[in-house]
């Protein structure tokens, strides 16, 4: 399998570099031959990554342990389920699917390119086969994941690292590469179009939807690695603005404003050298992240610390960097758009308000990650950037983002006028002040949240009332409530898409706010039989029962779960109950508790990585979460154990599948129908008859507009 791998490699270097070079100079010198013989050298590029990274899986499916990376990454006792886990474990098979991933999509871009970029299509493709060619010669010269023993190889292998033995792992590794390799798409498109001088809009639309695809990517598998995070971390969090987490998060908000102000330049032809900036931007911040991910200054413990590949990835960061600004720069003048913004109350002036939010939130993360690099360089001091840092600069702007966004949607392009304002925003602002004032009358002090929960509030208002006036002009017109609906979504599903989006968005905030403001932490020591208490939850310790496999010693604590009736103990002024042991109290019956269910959470000790993973206890319902950490079992049988109460958290992961539905609704192609009944790009439009009947959502609510 290794000497398969290598040539693979070899192969695949050659067909990548052929690829880059023969479409540059087919184009240049008008050889079609050249060209077509190109495109076909980057699909057989694609399927010599494929090989090799068969083969790759292949020898850790057969245990071959005289391949070094198989060795130090799996062991004959690992589960046959984390083979693929397994894979992209350590920082040469990550670097392989990587190099995979770009090359399947690649095939898929030059396949799917329409017909009108045929022009710009052999640029695009030396800039994808280019990218390639780097992740060729950095497998093959510096990180090969088929290096081999010298001597006889080792009967068995070191095993794989304790916390990627998780579900979440079979999905967030790939997800977050694929996202953050997958910007080279987009921006491969953008670059070809300008180096061929194509200045038109040709590019658009395919480069608008890889973006939301790719930047759908990029989101759910944040969302998953959140969700990983929270369960076998055995911190408590979700998102602690971990560097590597940082470094794949904004790209992701610079994609989320590119695919908002790419809308504006399909829909009005303005932002033109904008949404190019952007794609440079999210490319370049990509490669950084490939940087610090791959061995850069920045500890994380996501990073693979021990690699020396960090002087390869700011060199080809600093490559992207001058070539994506050089041909921006070169095409310059040629990227006006045709008309300006008119009004600040316009849709066109709030997304670029909602992309200026996104690029602030952007710099103030990206300073906190380089500034420990900049301290220890300039003062020979070290210096952690945390998360208080990142929440008290970055929350106010996400707050003014959400809000922007719930404003947006309701102003019409080009200007709003008064009576437009008095008729959309008079709901939404209702509904923000009727929460607003709920939330303080039940005796929430807190402003800051009750505000972000009004914020939230006037969005999820505005939705609402956008999709009710449109489906009931619709309904009035003769179909059913469901059918409306459908027909409203289905004629502009990218609009109603990213509203599905915007709702993922809420959620999301619901769940950061409850757990960021409202979380109650406790720690106890439990002889079995005894019990801690928190809010109206007693959490009874039974045993503790250990167990063993070839890589690891598991201990893990039985625990019953009750809900109690405060009204039943004699508590004091703060809630506490008058016991002097308050949270340690007897095991036994208690009047009204009821039992509703039991939790197991465990440490696993694994003596070959020296090191303990752990896994909570968690019980989840929509208002809170019960988590449950052992964070150390005691020699006298007893277990300490931090308890906590962390409100509104399962909407963190409600989010989730809203932002997958959202994402699939904005890119699902319309009907062919609709495809050929649209209009040629280019053809001007005749305006119906003085006084034609019109569709009743065109008549009652705003006129639909294509996005």
Same mark, same amino acid.
């Given at each position: 399998?290794?000497?398969?791998?290598?040539?693979?490699?070899?192969?695949?270097?050659?067909?990548?570099?052929?690829?880059?070079?023969?479409?540059?100079?087919?184009?240049?010198?008008?050889?079609?031959?050249?060209?077509?013989?190109?495109?076909?050298?980057?699909?057989?590029?694609?399927? &010599?990554?494929?090989?090799?990274?068969?083969?790759?899986?292949?020898?850790?499916?057969?245990?071959?342990?005289?391949?070094?990376?198989?060795?130090?990454?799996?062991?004959?006792?690992?589960?046959?389920?984390?083979? %693929?886990?397994?894979?992209?474990?350590?920082?040469?098979?990550?670097? *392989?699917?990587? @190099?995979?991933?770009?090359?399947?999509?690649?095939?898929?871009?030059? !396949?799917?390119?329409? +017909?009108?970029?045929?022009?710009?299509?052999?640029?695009?493709?030396?800039?994808?086969?280019?990218?390639?060619?780097?992740?060729?010669?950095?497998?093959?010269?510096?990180?090969?994941?088929?290096?081999?023993?010298?001597?006889?190889?080792?009967?068995?292998?070191?095993?794989?690292?304790?916390? %990627?033995?998780?579900?979440?792992?079979?999905?967030?590794?790939?997800?977050?590469?694929?996202?953050?390799?997958?910007?080279?798409? $987009?921006?491969?498109?953008?670059?070809?179009?300008?180096?061929?001088?194509?200045?038109?809009?040709?590019?658009?639309?395919?480069?608008?939807?890889?973006?939301?695809?790719?930047?759908?990517?990029?989101?759910?598998?944040?969302?998953?690695?959140?969700?990983?995070?929270?369960?076998?971390?055995?911190?408590?969090?979700?998102?602690?603005?971990?560097? !590597?987490?940082?470094?794949?998060?904004?790209?992701?908000?610079?994609?989320?404003?590119?695919?908002?102000?790419?809308?504006?330049?399909?829909?009005?032809?303005?932002?033109?050298?904008?949404?190019?900036?952007?794609?440079?931007?999210?490319?370049?911040?990509?490669?950084?992240?490939?940087?610090?991910?791959?061995?850069?200054?920045?500890?994380?413990?996501?990073?693979?610390?021990?690699?020396?590949?960090?002087?390869?990835?700011?060199?080809?960061?600093?490559?992207?960097?001058?070539?994506?600004?050089?041909?921006?720069?070169?095409?310059?003048?040629?990227?006006?758009?045709?008309?300006?913004?008119?009004?600040? %109350?316009?849709?066109?002036?709030?997304?670029?308000?909602?992309?200026?939010?996104?690029?602030?939130?952007?710099?103030?993360?990206?300073?906190?990650?380089?500034?420990?690099?900049?301290?220890?360089?300039?003062?020979?001091?070290?210096?952690?950037?945390?998360?208080?840092?990142?929440?008290?600069?970055?929350? $106010?702007?996400?707050?003014?983002?959400? &809000?922007?966004?719930?404003?947006?949607?309701?102003?019409?392009?080009?200007?709003?006028?008064?009576?437009?304002?008095?008729?959309?925003?008079?709901?939404?602002?209702?509904?923000?002040?009727?929460?607003?004032?709920?939330?303080?009358?039940?005796?929430?002090?807190?402003?800051?949240?009750?505000? &972000?929960?009004?914020?939230?509030?006037?969005?999820?208002?505005?939705?609402?009332?956008?999709?009710?006036?449109?489906?009931?002009?619709?309904?009035?017109?003769?179909?059913?409530?469901?059918? &409306?609906?459908?027909?409203?979504?289905?004629?502009?599903?990218?609009?109603?898409?990213?509203?599905?989006?915007?709702?993922?968005?809420?959620?999301?905030? !619901?769940?950061?706010?409850?757990?960021?403001?409202?979380?109650?932490?406790?720690?106890?020591?439990?002889?079995?039989?005894?019990?801690?208490?928190?809010?109206?939850?007693?959490?009874?310790?039974?045993?503790?029962?250990?167990?063993?496999?070839?890589?690891?010693?598991?201990?893990?604590?039985? %625990?019953?779960?009750?809900?109690?009736?405060?009204?039943?103990?004699?508590?004091?002024?703060?809630?506490?109950?008058?016991?002097?042991? +308050?949270?340690?109290?007897?095991?036994?019956?208690?009047?009204?508790?009821?039992?509703?269910?039991?939790?197991? $959470?465990?440490?696993?000790?694994?003596?070959?990585?020296?090191?303990?993973?752990?896994?909570?206890?968690?019980?989840?319902?929509?208002?809170?979460?019960?988590? *449950?950490?052992?964070?150390?079992?005691?020699?006298?049988?007893?277990?300490?154990?931090?308890?906590? !109460?962390?409100? @509104?958290?399962?909407?963190?992961?409600?989010?989730?599948?809203?932002? *997958?539905?959202?994402?699939?609704?904005?890119?699902?192609?319309?009907?062919?129908?609709?495809?050929?009944?649209?209009?040629?790009?280019?053809?001007?439009?005749?305006?119906?008859?003085?006084?034609?009947?019109?569709?009743?959502?065109?008549?009652?609510?705003?006129?639909?507009?294509?996005?």
């Amino acid at each position: 399998m290794a000497d398969l791998g290598v040539i693979s490699l070899l192969l695949g270097l050659g067909l990548s570099g052929y690829a880059a070079a023969g479409s540059v100079i087919g184009q240049s010198r008008s050889v079609p031959a050249l060209i077509v013989s190109a495109r076909r050298s980057i699909y057989l590029s694609a399927a &010599a990554s494929a090989t090799a990274a068969l083969a790759l899986l292949v020898a850790f499916m057969q245990n071959d342990f005289s391949i070094q990376y198989v060795h130090g990454h799996s062991n004959s006792f690992l589960e046959r389920g984390f083979t %693929l886990v397994a894979f992209y474990a350590g920082n040469e098979g990550s670097l *392989l699917y990587i @190099l995979f991933a770009l090359a399947v999509m690649s095939v898929a871009a030059v !396949i799917w390119a329409p +017909k009108r970029f045929a022009r710009s299509l052999p640029y695009t493709i030396a800039v994808l086969a280019a990218t390639q060619v780097f992740y060729y010669l950095v497998l093959i010269f510096f990180a090969s994941p088929f290096d081999t023993f010298p001597g006889a190889a080792p009967l068995e292998g070191l095993g794989l690292n304790p916390l %990627l033995e998780h579900p979440g792992m079979y999905s967030h590794p790939p997800i977050i590469m694929a996202g953050l390799v997958g910007i080279t798409i $987009p921006f491969a498109y953008a670059a070809g179009a300008l180096i061929s001088g194509n200045y038109g809009d040709d590019w658009v639309d395919i480069a608008r939807v890889s973006g939301i695809l790719i930047w759908g990517i990029l989101g759910l598998g944040l969302l998953i690695g959140a969700w990983w995070a929270y369960t076998i971390l055995g911190w408590g969090g979700y998102w602690s603005w971990d560097p !590597i987490e940082n470094v794949a998060f904004m790209p992701w908000l610079v994609m989320t404003a590119f695919i908002h102000s790419i809308m504006v330049q399909k829909r009005r032809g303005m932002f033109r050298m904008w949404n190019v900036a952007l794609l440079n931007i999210a490319f370049v911040l990509a490669q950084l992240g490939m940087f610090i991910n791959r061995g850069g200054p920045v500890v994380s413990v996501h990073s693979f610390a021990s690699s020396s590949l960090g002087a390869v990835f700011i060199s080809f960061m600093m490559v992207s960097l001058v070539f994506a600004f050089g041909v921006f720069l070169w095409r310059y003048p040629q990227l006006k758009s045709d008309r300006t913004v008119e009004s600040f %109350l316009s849709r066109e002036a709030s997304f670029l308000v909602n992309n200026f939010l996104l690029l602030a939130v952007v710099a103030v993360t990206l300073w906190g990650v380089v500034f420990p690099v900049f301290s220890d360089l300039a003062r020979d001091v070290s210096v952690s950037i945390s998360a208080p840092y990142f929440n008290r600069v970055n929350g $106010p702007l996400l707050l003014a983002m959400v &809000a922007v966004m719930g404003v947006g949607p309701l102003l019409p392009w080009r200007k709003t006028s008064a009576r437009s304002i008095r008729n959309w925003f008079v709901w939404p602002t209702v509904g923000a002040i009727v929460v607003i004032a709920g939330l303080f009358a039940s005796g929430i002090d807190q402003w800051v949240a009750v505000v &972000a929960f009004g914020v939230i509030a006037f969005v999820a208002v505005a939705i609402a009332e956008e999709w009710w006036r449109g489906t009931a002009a619709r309904h009035r017109g003769g179909d059913s409530w469901p059918a &409306a609906y459908w027909k409203l979504v289905n004629g502009n599903r990218p609009r109603h898409g990213g509203y599905i989006v915007h709702l993922a968005v809420l959620a999301l905030s !619901i769940g950061i706010i409850g757990t960021q403001f409202f979380d109650q932490r406790v720690d106890v020591s439990l002889l079995p039989g005894e019990s801690g208490v928190i809010d109206n939850y007693r959490v009874e310790f039974v045993e503790t029962t250990e167990g063993s496999r070839a890589d690891r010693i598991t201990t893990e604590a039985h %625990l019953n779960i009750y809900r109690i009736d405060r009204s039943e103990y004699d508590l004091d002024e703060n809630g506490y109950f008058v016991d002097s042991h +308050k949270y340690d109290l007897d095991g036994g019956a208690y009047p009204g508790d009821r039992q509703i269910g039991t939790l197991d $959470p465990w440490h696993g000790f694994y003596p070959a990585f020296n090191q303990v993973a752990v896994r909570s206890g968690i019980r989840s319902t929509l208002v809170e979460d019960l988590y *449950l950490i052992p964070s150390n079992f005691n020699s006298d049988g007893s277990v300490a154990l931090r308890m906590s !109460i962390n409100p @509104l958290a399962m909407w963190l992961w409600i989010s989730g599948p809203i932002f *997958l539905l959202g994402t699939v609704v904005a890119l699902w192609p319309a009907p062919a129908v609709e495809r050929s009944a649209a209009p040629v790009t280019g053809a001007p439009r005749v305006p119906a008859p003085s006084g034609a009947a019109e569709s009743p959502h065109r008549t009652l609510t705003r006129p639909r507009e294509t996005e």
